[in-house]
Nanobody, 124 residues
Framework: QAHLAESGGGLVQPGGSLRLSCAVS????????MGWYRQTPGKQRELVAE???????????NYAEAVKGRLTISRDNAKNTVYLQMNSLKPEDTAVYYC??????????????WGQGTQVTVSS
């Protein structure tokens, strides 16, 4: 049974930093593409950043345009954990952030798991 547990959210002032963590259990972590998504009330959940499984392509990452240069995704396969370093935060970054794990085969998503989410609020 896969379990994804986010931590590190909270209240931060504009221009500040946070680091989100997602501890993963119950799956072969290194085989999964890991991602962070976010959602605000009334809007669809959107991709923030993803880091494909090392087994497939090394360290290929993708970022939403709105966060490029400010947010950085990384993973520690030894600790089964994915991180999102968030710098130069803006009020528009306020959202619930969700950790996501996807197992891909030949471009097809085989399995997908979600965490419960952690609230990030950027406000003065």
């Amino acid at each position: 049974q896969a379990h994804l547990a986010e931590s590190g959210g909270g209240l931060v002032q504009p221009g500040g930093s946070l680091r989100l963590s997602c501890a993963v259990s119950g799956i072969t972590f290194s085989m999964y593409t890991m991602g962070w998504y976010r959602q605000t009330p009334g809007k669809q959940r959107e991709l923030v950043a993803e880091l494909v499984a090392a087994i497939t392509s090394g360290s290929n990452t993708n970022y939403a345009e709105a966060v490029k240069g400010r947010l950085t995704i990384s993973r520690d396969n030894a600790k089964n954990t994915v991180y999102l370093q968030m710098n130069s935060l803006k009020p528009e970054d306020t959202a619930v952030y969700y950790c996501n794990a996807q197992l891909m085969r030949n471009g097809v998503k085989i399995y997908e798991y979600w965490g419960q989410g952690t609230q990030v609020t950027v406000s003065s």
